[in-house]
């Protein structure tokens, strides 16, 4: 399963709320009945006035050559389609986001753990947009993280759901991995990874100390932006 991940900012002049409006009323609809697309989520930050981003669109496709036929490669953020409801959506993005303050990710998903049956509406995700350190290797990031670290995060307290993204194009991808932890409770989320505050988390016990003391093995924490927020589910 391939998956587009949009990191939404919205456009000057227009608040967080209208933004939100705007997203869910009007281009949702469009988005979902864009070609190719096997499922489709939206995620709303859970403190707003703390998120780096006013949202993410994730829309998952089974083939790469559909999804980059409709959304482009990975080597822009803005994207040109020509023809159906891709090029619909592509106009319609103008109403409401800032494209150029909007990173996204192109990746494959790899499911480390899922305790739902894939039913991601309604839980609470933690986004982690993971940057590698200095004098790494994205092979050796990759390594590292899928090798050392995945068995850490996957026995963090609370966690129901827990993909990582990799990136299909690394060399144009502005991020070298998403890690994505799913939550049936937001205080539990919390509780383990922090607030949406800052970057980084202080956990104090757990298999979340030990996760947050391995990430400086291979992460630029201060690179990294993260995303706390609720999915919603809008095609399946």
Known sequence: ??????????KDGMTHDEFVDYWQTNHT??????EGV?????????????AEFDGLAELYFEDLDALHDALGSEGSRDYDPDKGKAKEAREDVNNFLALEERPRFIGEVVTQKDEVDGDTDGLYKHSAF??????????????YWQTNHTKIAREIEGVTKYDTVLPVTPEESEFDGIAELYFEDLDALHDALGSEGSRDYDPDK??????????????????RPRFIGKEIVQKE
Not at 2 to 7: D, G, Q, T
Not at 29 to 34: F, P, T, V, W
Not at 206 to 223: P, T
Request: hydrophobic fraction near 40%; glycine fraction near 4%.
């Open 1 to 10: 399963m391939y998956k587009h991940v949009a990191l939404l900012v919205r």
């Open 130 to 143: 993971l940057v590698r350190q200095e004098g790494m290797s994205h092979e050796e990031f990759v390594d």
């Open 38 to 50: 096997t499922k489709y989520s939206t995620v709303l930050p859970v403190t707003p006035d703390a």
């Open 29 to 34: 609809k469009i988005a979902r009945e864009i």
């Open 206 to 223: 757990g298999k979340a100390k030990e996760a947050r003391e391995d990430v400086n093995n291979f992460l630029a924490l201060e690179d």
